[in-house]
Every structure is written in structure tokens, then in C-alpha cells.
């Protein structure tokens, strides 16, 4: 007997976003023709690995739905709130009806379940679980994604000891520690340094990678290739051949190699530069000595440290 898909508990709602209206867990479950199902804008998967789909099928064939869909009533038929992986086995079954749990849910309700019921599972990819993540960050903190990211690289910053703002100690910031902590996947410190630099990583890549085509470190790795068509070659090939990740580096030395001759080197005034704005930093200490000034140092910190995040993960 295949092993059951958890159910929703409230308690597990609850501890990521506060008392909820929210008790699947003692809904009795009904079937509905599956035709009045619809799937809703805000599901989070995108991508469906087609071996997993296809043993699911089989499962479902043999055992039927044994976890009910969670949907919400709507004026016409039913919106699909969590289980898209089993609607759409039934579908391929051609089904008739599917067991269902209909609760009146908020939109806002609704998609944090649908977040949920998603990043509990284990088959999302690396891309698939950051944006879902990003998602519940910004419905939980009530901002949008780009003043989460901004929030998660000044904790980065502070625990690191660059800034001396405080950060670490704002009700904001513990509410993206308590729901790290929920989650169980992963700290938000290996989110930030792991996963963020995913959002910008060349187009091709994240196509490739929201497909479930390649590792998310394979992924950053090739990223690290500056010119297109030299990248290109490489995304292509590592995905034809199943190259690992040790056999894209090695390709990877081979470009730069080859790039090197090229490309200009570093000038000796450049990296005096650098040194010379670390020691004025360490020296004027502007985070206690002119806090406005230090406001301004710190978005451009925020932003070097994004850019610095791409090129610091193998």
C-alpha cells in the first residue's frame, strides 16, 4: 500500500501564520465530478516531473485518490486550493469525480495553503521552492518580494558583522526566523546564500532549471560563464550528457582558459582601491558616526553582496 499524502493540520498553519480560521483536518470529504474543478492562478508548481506524474498515475490507477483535493466553492463549480499533482492523474485517467474537501477560503488563505501544501513536498525543484518560499515571506510579512530580498540581505549582512543596524532583532526578522524554523527545510541563512542568487541567474538557465533539467548547483555554476554563446554550449551540453558538477567545472576551467589571454587583468590601482575603501569603513566606522550616510552605504552594500553571491557558490 503506497504511503498516504499527509493531510493539512491546523496546527502546522497555524504555527507559520498565526491563529487561522482553518480545521482540514476534520472536514468530511465529498466527491464532485471532476469537470467542475478548475485550477486557480496562484498554484505555485509550474513544472510537473513527467516520472513522478507517471508513477503517480499508476498508483492512482490501482489504489484511487486515497488524500482528498482541497478546493473552495466558486459561483461556478470548484477551485482547486491544494492537490494539482492528483487532479491532474485523474484527469489523465479520465476520471469522473474526485474525493474533495470544500472549505470557503480568502484568497489570501488560500494561496498560503497552496504554498504549503507545496513546499511540504519533496519534489519541487530548488527554483520552484525559492519563489514559493519568497511567496509565503511576503503574504506573512505583509511586503512585497523585493523588500523581502532587501530584508533577507541585511540579516546576511548583520550576522556576518558588515552592518550594525539591529536587523537581527526586528519583528520582521523574527517572523522570517519562526517561519524558517516551521518550514524545516532549510535556514534562512542557506536561503539567502543558496537560493537567492537563483532569481538572477540568465533566462536560458532558469528555463532549464524551472524544468527540473539540471541541479540548481550545476545551475549557478555554468551561470558563472559571462559570454552567451560559450554559456549556451555549455547549458546545452551539460544537460544532453548528464554532465555532474565536477565534470561542468573542469569545462568550465577549460573556457576561462582559453578566455584569459583575452580578457584585461586586474590592475595593481583597482585592488589598492578596494583595500582603501575597507580601511576607510573600518576606520570611520559610519554605522555609529553618521547613520545617514551609513543608510545610503548600506543599499549599495546590499547590492554588492547580491552580486558577489553568484560568483561564491560551487
Not at 24 to 46: A, H, K, M
Not at 140 to 163: F, W
Request: net charge neutral; glycine share 4%.
Amino acid at each position: 500500500m503506497p504511503k498516504k499524502d499527509k493531510p493539512f493540520q491546523t496546527l502546522g498553519v497555524n504555527a507559520l501564520f498565526g491563529e487561522v480560521d482553518v480545521e482540514l483536518d476534520v472536514q468530511q470529504e465529498v466527491c464532485v465530478p471532476l469537470n467542475q474543478i478548475s485550477v486557480s492562478s496562484f498554484q505555485p508548481r509550474r513544472y510537473f516531473d513527467p516520472e513522478k506524474m507517471a508513477q503517480l498515475v499508476d498508483s492512482v490507477r490501482i489504489h484511487g485518490i486515497l488524500q482528498p483535493l482541497l478546493v473552495r466553492p466558486k459561483k461556478e463549480g470548484y477551485e482547486l486550493v491544494a492537490g494539482e499533482r492528483r487532479f491532474r492523474a485523474a484527469q489523465v485517467l479520465g476520471l469522473l469525480d474526485v474525493p474533495v474537501i470544500v472549505k470557503d477560503l480568502n484568497d489570501e488563505v488560500a494561496r498560503k495553503l497552496a504554498l504549503i501544501e507545496n513546499l511540504q513536498r519533496d519534489d519541487l525543484n530548488a527554483l520552484e521552492e525559492t519563489e514559493g518560499i519568497l511567496g509565503l515571506l511576503a503574504l506573512t510579512l505583509n511586503q512585497d518580494e523585493e523588500a523581502i530580498i532587501s530584508l533577507l540581505y541585511r540579516m546576511n549582512n548583520e550576522a556576518k558583522g558588515l552592518a550594525n543596524q539591529n536587523v537581527l532583532v526586528s519583528p520582521s526578522t523574527q517572523q522570517v526566523v519562526e517561519l524558517f524554523a516551521n518550514l524545516g527545510t532549510l535556514s534562512w541563512e542557506s536561503f539567502v546564500s543558496t537560493r537567492l542568487p537563483l532569481l538572477k541567474l540568465p533566462p536560458e538557465i532558469l528555463e532549464v532549471l524551472r524544468n527540473g533539467k539540471i541541479a540548481y548547483t550545476k545551475a549557478i555554476a555554468i551561470a558563472k560563464v559571462q559570454e552567451e554563446k560559450a554559456r549556451q554550449k555549455l547549458l546545452e551540453e551539460a544537460v544532453a550528457n548528464h554532465w555532474s558538477l565536477s565534470q561542468i567545472k573542469e569545462q568550465i576551467l577549460k573556457i576561462t582558459a582559453s578566455r584569459s589571454r583575452e580578457l584585461p587583468k586586474t590592475s595593481p590601482e583597482e585592488i589598492a582601491q578596494v583595500v582603501r575603501v575597507e580601511q576607510k569603513l573600518k576606520k570611520l566606522k559610519p554605522w555609529k558616526s553618521d547613520p545617514s550616510k551609513w543608510k545610503k552605504i548600506a543599499g549599495w552594500l546590499d547590492k554588492i553582496e547580491a552580486l558577489l553571491e553568484e560568483e561564491s557558490i560551487d
